[in-house]
């Protein structure tokens, strides 16, 4: 049976669901919190959680992908909540990747997919995917760091929005995203991922592997979901996880986008 956890305060939606899905709980479950005291985002990063000022919740999802597709849940779920805030809020919604929504050149939501052991039995075999959006927020609830990276839907439209309603919306585009991908494979989502895709012809820097600086022209996400990039000799690289931002050096300016 499907069921949708509601938790005044937790240390992180993430964990709980985790939890639930070993025990399993079955695709579709859901872990809500008014609060968080240790929501996380990638690469070891808080996630800031005011009470009652956004959506914080985690979906479990046992989708039948074959090993090599679990990562390309995390872009499935963005474009999921792109989706759903542009009905919601009537407004164009940008992708970064491969976890983050924006609005309006700011951060409005951000995306942890957490999986179980891959070696496990395929019936076994599940992904958190750990949604937090900032919904009513003001620009005060935020550190004075982010005030100028971060917004929420109510700080871009003026509205305040029903927390609920716009999990509820999530959570079924989400489902419905991952059984467009179970029947008819990744490349309808990765299409319309691209035409929300936020850096794509952006020159961008990162750290690769060895510790060196990169630059590279922004290509989008291949059909494995790994970014690619071209640097100025021409020569193409993959970027399979880590910080990217724009190059300065390159003339791109005023996104705040790691």
């Given at each position: 049976?499907?069921?949708?956890?509601?938790?005044?305060?937790?240390?992180?939606?993430?964990?709980?669901?985790?939890?639930?899905?070993?025990?399993?709980?079955?695709?579709?479950?859901?872990?809500?919190?008014?609060?968080?005291?240790?929501?996380?985002?990638?690469?070891?990063?808080?996630?800031?959680?005011?009470?009652?000022?956004?959506?914080?919740?985690?979906?479990?999802?046992?989708?039948?992908?074959?090993?090599?597709?679990?990562?390309?849940?995390?872009?499935?779920?963005?474009?999921?909540?792109?989706?759903?805030?542009?009905?919601?809020?009537?407004?164009?919604?940008?992708?970064?990747?491969?976890?983050?929504?924006?609005?309006?050149?700011?951060?409005?939501?951000?995306?942890?997919?957490?999986?179980?052991?891959?070696?496990?039995?395929?019936?076994?075999?599940?992904?958190?995917?750990?949604?937090?959006?900032?919904?009513?927020?003001?620009?005060?609830?935020?550190?004075?760091?982010?005030?100028?990276?971060?917004?929420?839907?109510?700080?871009?439209?003026?509205?305040?929005?029903?927390?609920?309603?716009?999990?509820?919306?999530?959570?079924?585009?989400?489902?419905?995203?991952?059984?467009?991908?179970?029947?008819?494979?990744?490349?309808?989502?990765?299409?319309?991922?691209?035409?929300?895709?936020?850096?794509?012809?952006?020159?961008?820097?990162?750290?690769?592997?060895s510790g060196e600086i990169i630059y590279g022209q922004s290509?989008?996400?291949?059909?494995?979901?790994?970014?690619?990039?071209?640097?100025?000799?021409?020569?193409?690289?993959?970027?399979?996880?880590?910080?990217?931002?724009?190059?300065?050096?390159?003339?791109?300016?005023?996104?705040?986008?790691?």
């Amino acid at each position: 049976m499907v069921r949708i956890h509601y938790l005044q305060e937790t240390s992180s939606t993430n964990k709980v669901a985790y939890d639930l899905a070993l025990n399993g709980e079955p695709s579709g479950t859901a872990v809500i919190a008014v609060s968080q005291g240790e929501g996380r985002g990638r690469l070891g990063k808080v996630w800031q959680s005011p009470p009652g000022k956004g959506l914080y919740c985690s979906i479990i999802v046992r989708p039948h992908l074959a090993l090599e597709d679990y990562p390309k849940i995390t872009l499935t779920a963005g474009l999921a909540v792109a989706i759903a805030l542009e009905e919601i809020t009537g407004l164009e919604m940008r992708l970064k990747w491969p976890n983050d929504v924006y609005a309006d050149g700011k951060k409005c939501c951000g995306i942890l997919t957490e999986s179980s052991s891959l070696t496990e039995e395929r019936e076994k075999r599940f992904a958190i995917v750990g949604i937090g959006i900032n919904v009513n927020t003001e620009n005060r609830d935020f550190p004075l760091d982010l005030q100028s990276k971060a917004t929420s839907l109510r700080l871009l439209t003026g509205t305040e929005y029903d927390i609920q309603e716009i999990f509820h919306r999530v959570r079924m585009h989400l489902l419905e995203k991952l059984r467009l991908f179970e029947s008819f494979g990744f490349g309808a989502i990765l299409k319309d991922w691209r035409k929300r895709d936020m850096l794509s012809g952006k020159w961008l820097q990162w750290v690769s592997t060895s510790g060196e600086i990169i630059y590279g022209q922004s290509e989008g996400p291949d059909d494995a979901g790994r970014l690619m990039a071209k640097d100025q000799e021409g020569n193409m690289h993959q970027i399979l996880s880590g910080d990217i931002s724009l190059a300065e050096k390159f003339g791109s300016k005023g996104c705040s986008c790691s």
